[in-house]
C-alpha cells in the first residue's frame, strides 16, 4: 500500500484509451486552441514576477517586451476563436501549469544570487520552447485544414516565440551566463 511520502500515492490515474472514430484533427486543433489560451494567460500571470526578480536590464527590458507579446497573443487567439466559430476559452494545460511551477520554485531558489539572471532565463526558455513547439503544430494543422488566415495568425505568434527565445540564448551567451559564473 503505498504511503504519502509514496510517489505512487500522489501518481494521477492513466486516461483511460478510448479511441474515438469521431475525433479528427479539426478536434485537435480547437483543442490545441483551448491549451495554448489557458497557457498565454497563465505565462502573462507569471511574467511579472520574473521581471521583478530580473537584475541585468537587458534581461528585465526583454521580459518586459515579451508580456506585452503575450497579451497581444492572447487577442490573436482570440482572432482564432472567433474566426472558426468558437467562444475563446481555455481548457487546463498540465504541461504549463508544471513549467511554470518549477519556474517558480527555480525563481524561489535563485533570487538574488549570481545566477538568478541565469535562472529564469533557463526558466523562460523552458516556457519558449513548450510554445514553439504547440504553435509549431498547430501551425501545420491550420494549413492542412485549410484555414489559412488561422495559420497566418498562429505563424505570427510562433515568429515572436522562436525570436523570444533567440534573444534569450543571446543574452544568457553574450552576458547572464559569464556574469553567474564569475561570482
Known amino acids: 500500500m503505498p504511503t504519502k511520502s509514496d510517489p505512487e500515492a500522489e501518481a494521477k490515474p492513466a486516461r483511460p484509451a478510448k479511441p474515438s472514430p469521431e475525433k479528427g484533427l479539426v478536434d485537435l486543433f480547437e483543442h490545441a486552441l483551448r491549451d495554448m489560451y489557458y ?10 514576477k520574473m521581471i521583478r526578480a530580473a537584475q541585468n536590464p537587458a534581461l528585465k527590458s526583454g521580459l518586459t517586451l515579451h508580456k506585452e507579446e503575450t497579451a497581444a497573443q492572447i487577442d490573436l487567439l482570440e482572432q482564432v476563436f472567433e474566426s472558426i466559430g468558437k467562444r475563446a476559452k481555455g481548457e487546463t494545460c498540465e504541461a504549463i501549469d508544471g513549467i511554470l511551477e518549477e519556474c517558480a520554485g527555480l525563481l524561489e531558489d535563485f533570487a538574488g544570487s549570481p545566477a538568478g539572471d541565469a535562472a529564469i532565463i533557463f526558466s523562460a526558455q523552458a516556457v519558449e520552447h513548450y510554445e514553439i513547439t504547440r504553435y509549431g503544430s498547430m501551425v501545420a494543422f491550420a494549413k492542412a485544414l485549410g484555414l489559412k488566415t488561422q495559420a497566418k495568425l498562429l505563424g505570427q505568434i510562433l515568429a515572436q516565440e522562436a525570436a523570444a527565445d533567440k534573444s534569450l540564448s543571446d543574452l544568457a551567451e553574450s552576458e547572464v551566463n559569464a556574469a553567474a559564473k564569475a561570482a
Do not use: G
Open 39 to 48: 497557457a498565454e494567460k497563465k505565462i502573462l500571470k507569471s511574467l511579472p
